[in-house]
């Protein structure tokens, strides 16, 4: 009978979280659709918004022009509709973090949730600086670069021989979105490797002299990294190279700073004994 009961009570708390946890994914839901519903009926603006880096290359080019063209029927549509998903994340993020951190608290202890608050809230600053850094610096430097391959066409009518085919940009619409929001998501998650191995780091998963030992191995990872998610050109392979590996450097150094304030609690407290240390080392 007790083992009846047991599994009784062992099950009321697994039930409490799993309606808990849907409480807070309703919540997200509704917040993440009505973000996406906002966005919908504004994308005109932020699209014109997201076309700065491609008007302002042209510009420089003395192209006025920078227009976009549908080639589907369909195409403006889905514009509409990624330009509402991407920005209907951005407005909720801030409550889908709150509703996660709400689950989440309960569970931990008052000197665990001294330690994962301020992760929570670095995760997503860390995510806008990468965003601002790839739409504000490396979009228009790819965007250059892409633009340089124009070439402008000549006809002469004593000369057919010597006439060129120009070559000018008409860009889709949804492939510059596309383009766009790939650059933006990309060094939006690389910006989160000093929050995630820093969080790593005080979980005691990893360490800064592991860390160090696989640096060889972690810049081969940056590099096929870079090769992926960015376009095929050298210039925004190596800013997003260079970006990611002195964020690397920066978390060795984070997880660094963990670990010595790790070894002063502990011998504060009396756990950690530098005579037997350095017998060892002896």
Not at 68 to 90: D, N, P
Not at 248 to 274: M, N, P
Request: hydrophobic share 50%; glycine share 8%; with cysteine.
């Amino acid at each position: 009978m007790s083992t009846e009961d047991d599994i009784e009570d062992s099950a009321a708390p697994l039930i409490e979280h799993l309606t808990e946890l849907r409480t807070r994914l309703i919540h997200s839901v509704v917040a993440f659709i009505v973000g996406m519903i906002i966005c919908f009926t504004v994308w005109n603006p932020i699209f014109d918004f997201l076309t700065h880096p491609l008007c302002g290359a042209l510009a420089e080019r003395g192209q006025s022009d920078c227009g976009l063209i549908l080639i589907k029927l369909q195409e403006g549509f889905f514009v509409a509709i990624s330009i509402s998903l991407m920005g209907g994340l951005i407005l909720s993020f801030p409550y889908l973090s709150f509703q996660m951190w709400r689950f989440v608290a309960p569970g931990l202890y008052r000197s665990e949730k001294g330690a994962f608050l301020p992760f929570m809230l670095a995760s997503p600053f860390m995510f806008f600086l990468g965003a601002s850094f790839a739409f504000y610096v490396v979009t228009p430097l790819a965007f250059n670069f892409f633009l340089g391959f124009q070439q402008a066409g000549s006809v002469l009518s004593d000369q057919v021989d010597n006439a060129t085919a120009g070559i000018a940009f008409q860009g889709s619409a949804q492939e510059y979105l596309s383009l766009t929001i790939k650059f933006i998501v990309a060094f939006g998650l690389c910006f989160q490797l000093p929050v995630l191995l820093t969080l790593m780091g005080k979980a005691g998963l990893v360490s800064s002299e592991g860390l160090g030992n696989v640096r060889k191995y972690a810049v081969v990872g940056i590099l096929v990294l870079a090769a992926l998610v960015t376009p095929p050109d050298v210039i925004t392979q190596v800013i997003l190279f260079v970006v990611v590996y002195g964020l690397y450097e920066v978390s060795i150094f984070l997880v660094r700073r963990v670990e010595k304030k790790r070894e002063d609690k502990l011998r504060a407290d009396g756990f950690y004994d530098d005579d037997e240390d350095d017998a060892d080392a002896g």
